[in-house]
């Protein structure tokens, strides 16, 4: 079975330096890198099975943003926000792309990682050559947003791993239908029991800070310069839309094929948010825009 090997990169904020924890998959020479990165609370560990996928045609780099999983805390928690993990995501491109022949890399991000994927995109220079965007646009729905907001800052805590696992399956429903053992391995990935015994979330629960401090002005600022940044996206770009999701509009997703980089749609029936994209068929979509074949 072909492993990853773990690497760190040492990161900056305003608050000072930070550890980036990040997996590769591949050959270590692969001039070509798909960037795989994740939701708001998940890892780097849910791309496994695409990036295991992936492996033979790229050299496939999936990080943990800081705040979740091997990487390190801020010491700031008002530093979680996008802007934050573009920066990091160029000081890791720096990394990977040194001295390479190719200065480009693709880009597979699902929710919170589209968006990051999405503001590097945009940037003048862009070393981002193909996007993909895994349920997320720029208008996003103020309730899934609460609910998500919610769900970050519970700080809750497990008497047993299986009633961990219990409470991610519960809150996870809308991934879709997964096998108890695909559903163990959502779970597994975000579970870390505590020196007390007890189990909980591996993510710094300072990441609710600025969901709390969103104000209705600052979340329509926010979505009028997700649109800017997405007019100013040139590279070919995939919307994948969970067809029962409730961040993304099916509304937007239409807008979204009519501006900007006119996003090409696949909709994916009986998923909500996110597509977790461990299940053949939907790899098949990513492999289909990203090579040209399934």
């Known amino acids: 079975m072909i492993e990853a090997r773990i690497h760190t990169v040492q990161c900056i904020s305003p608050a000072g330096l930070h550890q980036m924890s990040y997996k590769e998959w591949g050959a270590p020479d692969n001039p070509n890198v798909l960037v795989c990165v994740h939701g708001v609370t998940r890892v780097a560990d849910d791309f496994d099975t695409l990036a295991r996928a992936m492996a ?6 999936c990080p943990d943003v800081v705040g979740r999983g091997r990487s ?22 720096a990394r990977v792309l040194a001295n390479g022949e190719r200065q480009t890399v693709d880009w597979f991000g699902t929710s919170m990682g589209g968006l990051i994927g999405l503001g590097l995109a945009s940037l003048p220079h862009s070393p981002v050559s193909k996007l993909v965007l895994n349920d997320i646009g720029p208008t996003l729905a103020p309730e899934a947003l609460q609910r998500i907001g919610d769900y970050i800052g519970q700080d809750l ?10 409470f991610v399956r519960d809150v996870s429903r809308s991934f879709g239908p997964h096998t108890d053992a695909e559903w163990h391995k959502l779970a597994t990935d975000v579970l870390r029991q505590a020196e007390d015994g007890t189990w909980r979330r591996h993510y710094d629960m300072g990441l609710a800070l600025p969901f709390r401090a969103a104000t209705p002005e600052s979340a329509a600022l926010d979505e009028a310069m997700l649109w800017a940044a997405y007019d100013a996206v040139r590279c070919p770009t995939l919307l994948v839309r969970g067809a029962e999701s409730d961040l993304l509009s099916a509304q937007t997703a239409q807008v979204m094929q009519g501006r ?3 996003a090409q749609l696949v909709e994916i029936a009986g998923v909500g948010h996110a597509p977790t994209f461990v299940h053949d068929d939907q790899i098949a979509i990513a492999r289909q825009f990203l090579l040209g074949r399934s």
Do not use: C, H, I
């Open 72 to 93: 390190g805390w801020l010491a700031n928690p008002e530093f979680y926000r996008v802007p934050q993990y573009v920066s990091d995501m160029v000081t890791l491109l």
């Open 260 to 262: 900007g980089p006119k």
């Open 56 to 61: 033979s045609d790229y050299r496939v780099v």
């Open 157 to 166: 805590r497990f008497e047993t791993f299986e009633q961990g696992a219990q």
